[in-house]
Every structure is written in C-alpha cells, then in structure tokens.
C-alpha cells in the first residue's frame, strides 16, 4: 500500500515539476519571443497548465474511473480561483477588478465551478449528450472573453503595443530560438505521456486494489495538479511589476479563465468520450 501510495506522489510531483521548470518556462520564452500581448501569453500559459489535468483525465477515464476525473475537474478548478485571489491579494492589484472586462472574466470562472457543481448535486451523470453542450459553451465563453477584452482594455493593448514596436530590433535570431521552444515543447510532451503512462498504472491500483475511493483520487488529482497554475499567477504578476500592473493581472485572469473553461469544457469531454467507448 505504501509503495503505490509513494508511486502516486513521485509521478504526481514528476508532472508537476516538468510542467513547472519546462512546459511554462518554454511557453512564456516562446510567446515573448514571438512579442505577444499579456492576454494571449496568459491564453497559452492556461493551455500550458492544464496539461497535468489532460493527462490524468484520460488516465482516469481509460481506466474507468469517471468519478475521479470529475471531480478533479471541479476540485481544479475551485484551487485555481482561490489561488489566483491569494495572488491578487499578495500583489495588492485588487483595484484592477474594477475594470468591467476582468469582471466579466471572473463570472464567466464562477460559472465553470458553479455549473459542474449544480450537476453533481442533482445527480446528474455526466454523458455524451453533455459534450455537444460543452463545446458550445467553450466557443461562446472563448468569443465572449475575446470580445470584453477589446471594448474595456484598449488602453492597455496600446501600451503593449507601443512596448512591442520599441522591441523589433530585437527580433534578429527569434526564428532560431523559435524552433528551439517548438522542439524542447514537443519532447516535454513525449516525457509527460510517459510519466503518465506510470501514474495511470498506479491510480488503477489505489481504486481497485486497495479500495480507495474514486472521489478522494480526484480530489487529490485537483490539488496536484492545480500548482502549475500557482505559479503562473504569482509569476505573471511580478514579470509586470515595473510596468503596467495591470498587464500582470490582465494575462493571471486569462490564464485562470482558460485553463478553468478548457478543463470543463474540453478535456472533460474527452474523457466523457473516452469513457462512453471503452465502458
């Protein structure tokens, strides 16, 4: 019991430190590189960080387990909110949720918690006639969030903007560097199949054979693989601290929003369809 229990943390924290050190890092290197705004670099870093939740999505619904990934989904989702306030509150940017298109942002993050939470208290199983509703969603909240951005944050993407038309002259050799990221970001993905390949095996071993519930598992799942996005949110905050605050926060919100809509949206519909077919 104890060894697979040390199985399940070591590949836990594997995921965790190679999404950290490497997935971000490279990300963030890669959307700099390319000069992109504060909302897209947070768009791609909530991408980045919800790799951990794709993997232990199909894992678990490969091997059955749909109540676990369901409730790593909600459990990630309710730590990446709670995480990203700790974070706004640590850097002192509360005045910036006074800004109207942050605050449609953060409705639209309650929702992805209040709507899988409505679902599991009536009881509702989740099936396949949820995806279609799922992607719906995803498109209308991506279109939504796209849109809020440019009525309510012009002022910032000017001065972004501006920033970028001062850093041209450095793009000479950011062709190079971005087949470097491209190649780095593809092997990472080929180390984090198998890592995960590992913490599939183990997860099917705890459920079954010592009779640990599927609930707790994906409780467990949501706060491991939720400290990625930890990270980001300190971090994309204190990148902008000698600039526009509001640049740090504009691009932990996306990241937040991203990574909560994808994780409900999409990688539980896949998972719902991994599991329809196999089970």
């Not at 990934?69 to 459990?75: E, G, H, R, V």
């Not at 939720?226 to 990241?255: C, D, K, R, W």
Request: hydrophobic content about 50%; glycine content about 4%.
């Amino acid at each position: 019991m104890f060894l697979e229990i040390a199985k399940f943390i070591l590949y836990a924290i594997l995921i965790v430190l190679i999404t950290k050190y490497i997935l971000v890092i490279t990300l963030r290197k890669l959307a700099e590189n390319l000069n992109l705004k504060p909302k897209t670099v947070g768009d791609i870093a909530g991408y980045a960080t919800s790799v951990p939740e794709f993997l232990t999505i199909v894992i678990s619904s490969i091997n059955g387990l749909i109540s676990t990934s369901i409730f790593n989904i909600l459990s990630s989702n309710i730590i990446n909110l709670v995480q990203y306030m700790a974070s706004i509150l640590w850097n002192k940017n509360r005045k910036a949720f006074t800004n109207r298109a942050i605050q449609v942002d953060m409705i639209l993050v309650l929702i992805t918690i209040l709507l899988p939470m409505g679902l599991l208290l009536t009881n509702i199983s989740f099936n396949l006639s949820f995806v279609p509703f799922f992607i719906i969603l995803y498109i209308f909240f991506c279109y939504l969030n796209h849109n809020v951005h440019q009525l309510y944050l012009q002022k910032e993407d000017k001065k972004i903007e501006n920033q970028i038309q001062k850093e041209k002259k450095q793009e000479e050799g950011n062709t190079r560097k971005t087949v470097l990221y491209i190649l780095i970001l593809i092997g990472t993905g080929i180390l984090l199949y198998v890592v995960g390949e590992l913490l599939g095996e183990t997860l099917n071993n705890l459920c079954h054979e010592l009779n640990i519930s599927e609930i707790i598992l994906g409780i467990l799942l949501g706060f491991v693989t939720s400290i990625p996005e930890l990270i980001t949110f300190f971090e994309s905050q204190t990148h902008y601290q000698n600039q526009e605050e509001m640049l740090g926060v504009v691009e932990a919100t996306n990241n937040l929003l991203t990574s909560n809509i994808l994780n409900l949206f999409v990688i539980q519909s896949i998972g719902i369809v991994i599991y329809s077919l196999l089970y």
